[in-house]
């Protein structure tokens, strides 16, 4: 009885206050757009920084007079090496086209023997990309046979390491604060809606209604608020999304659709912030009418 009750109530009590309902809504749906955009923003930042340096982390020029055998034992080494993510072989033949590409000459033509040495790009995984892991790593490649040099520009490395994390502090304070305004503004939408059912309130109070049958259909009127706020912010993310795909031709790295994790945060924020935000106003207002 009490839970059939508590639902009908809910949902009468939306269609009594339609326009505050709405407008809730849509500062609900602001706020965790605010908050997703922000979120999302973040992590492509950092995946564009990411992908700038990690196009390869180092090179490792290899000996004109090393044999297929040693450059075969050499590949199966880095392979082995822990925290290794990618490794290119770049032939002498390789080099030659790059060079060509990048300064428009045929080194071929200008000298009779190819002098571009084979190499090693190395690239590394997140967990080991540290100077001083790629600094053992260059250690240990240069006491191997049929290594001639390992390229490794570290000031380049540390400038844009710093930058990652200039970036990840700013943001997370950013979003911290984002979030804890939301919370306030959001809070304050919602004391005036149901600041709009006080009359309510009072009647059934003065019927002899307990607290928890007051406050509950309110929660349930919360819980569909937010669901609804955060469903309508993650449909304008999608469609910004698509816009920034088709309109300005920048394929994003890092989409809320292939991230449920964040359509599911969101819409957990969302519901819990509006549900305990309008149980809070409710509890304030029975003081009243008490």
């Known amino acids: ?96 086209a790059l060079y060509n590409a990048e300064f428009g000459e045929d080194v071929l033509s200008l000298l009779d023997d190819n002098p571009l040495p084979s190499s090693f790009r190395i690239t590394f995984e997140e967990d080991h990309r540290s100077a001083d892991y790629i600094v053992t790593f260059i250690q240990n490649m240069n006491e191997l046979d049929g290594v001639d040099e390992v390229i490794f520009k570290k000031d380049l490395f540390n400038r844009v390491q710093g930058v990652m994390q200039l970036v990840y502090t700013v943001a997370t304070v950013t979003l911290f604060l984002i979030i804890l305004s939301t919370v306030f503004l959001t809070a304050n939408n919602l004391r005036l809606m149901i600041l709009a059912r006080y009359e309510f309130i009072e009647t059934v109070r003065l019927l002899g209604a307990s607290d928890f049958l007051v406050k509950a259909p309110f929660f349930l009127e919360g819980g569909i608020l937010g669901f609804l706020g955060a469903s309508l912010s993650v449909l304008l993310i999608i469609l910004a999304e698509y816009c920034i795909k088709y309109y300005v031709h920048l394929d994003l790295p890092v989409k809320i659709i292939d991230h449920p994790e964040v359509i599911l945060g969101l819409i957990l924020f969302g519901v819990s912030l509006s549900s305990l935000g309008v149980l809070k106003a409710v509890r304030k207002m029975l003081r009243f009418v008490a």
Request: aromatic share 12%.
């Open 1 to 96: 009885m009490k839970l059939s009750y508590i639902i009908r109530e809910g949902i009468i009590g939306i269609k009594r206050s339609r326009m505050p309902f709405m407008i809730s809504v849509f500062s609900v749906t602001i706020a965790l757009l605010i908050v997703g955009l922000g979120v999302l923003a973040v992590d492509n930042s950092l995946q564009f920084i990411g992908e700038f340096q990690a196009d390869y982390d180092l090179e490792i020029f290899l000996e004109n007079e090393a044999t297929a055998f040693q450059k075969t034992e050499l590949a199966a080494i880095v392979k082995d090496y822990p925290g290794i993510f990618r490794m290119d072989y770049l032939s002498k033949e390789d080099a030659a």
